[in-house]
């Protein structure tokens, strides 16, 4: 049995990404007794303010807030993520590591370059993290092929037309709360207007409240998928 093994793995090119476009749904599935783990792909180093050491501080407490079981930095350049074969093994290591059923990862097309390319990172080291050839070690010892069943990418800065939305009405103010863990991104100490900081919150809120809209419900998160998805019946849906 792998201790590691997480339900689901969530990735994000900078700290606070996941937190930004993600945690309603992952405070949603801890709640129901699932494990979740985040990577963040890189310190964050290049960010205007706080440095790597704050954003570790910042990233830890919000972990506590969301109740996750394990995260980690894997210390890729802030601002230079590429999709290439030494980053995509350094993430197959990290697959297997955890095996998750589920992937999040970064938006498909957003603002930050980093974004864009850590999805297409993400993506495609999870579909090679299936192949046996593709040989990695952990602690010394061989890993398994594992391919998580299912991936799903998160929206972030950009408005994308989702191609599912998750009521997250419930986990609302919780999910404002691991954000705000990040005070040296959305706090900034010189700026005594309140008014900057809770403008970029509002955005996070009004972008859940219109995905929540359809489903008639106060809040909501839009994924994307690369591959569609089925159900087993007109009943499953809402
Ligand atoms: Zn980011």
């Known amino acids: ?9 969530a990735f994000g090119a900078h700290p ?7 945690a309603g749904v992952l405070l949603k599935h801890i709640a129901m007794g699932k494990s979740v783990a985040i990577i963040d792909l890189t310190a964050g180093e290049m960010g205007s303010f706080g440095n790597v050491e704050t954003r570790k ?17 894997l210390g890729l350049p802030d601002g230079g993520i590429e999709n290439n074969e030494t980053a995509r093994m350094l993430v197959i290591e ?18 930050h370059p980093d974004h864009a390319n850590a ?7 999870c579909f090679l993290s299936g192949l046996k050839k593709k040989e990695t070690f952990f602690d010394g010892e061989f890993q398994g092929p ?6 799903y990418h998160y929206i972030q800065d950009y408005f994308l037309q989702p191609d599912f939305v998750i009521d997250i009405t419930h986990q609302m103010d919780k999910k404002m709360e691991s954000i705000k863990a990040y005070k040296s991104q959305f706090i900034d ?7 900057s900081v809770l403008a970029f919150l509002d955005q996070i809120k009004n972008m859940n409240i219109i995905y929540g809209r359809p489903l008639n419900v106060k809040y909501a ?12 019946d007109f009943y499953q849906l809402r």
């Open 1 to 9: 049995m792998n201790s590691n093994k997480v339900d689901i793995l």
């Open 16 to 22: 606070d990404d996941v937190e930004c476009a993600a």
């Open 57 to 73: 501080n910042e990233a830890k407490i919000a972990s506590e807030i969301l109740g996750l079981k394990s995260r980690e930095i």
């Open 94 to 111: 990290l697959i297997r590591k955890y095996q998750p059923d589920i992937v999040l990862c970064n938006a498909l097309h957003d603002r």
């Open 119 to 125: 999805a297409k990172l993400v993506a495609d080291a």
């Open 146 to 151: 594992w391919r998580p069943a299912f991936i």
């Open 189 to 195: 100490p010189n700026d005594h207007n309140p008014n």
């Open 221 to 232: 998160e839009g994924f994307n998928v690369s591959r569609y998805l089925g159900v087993a």
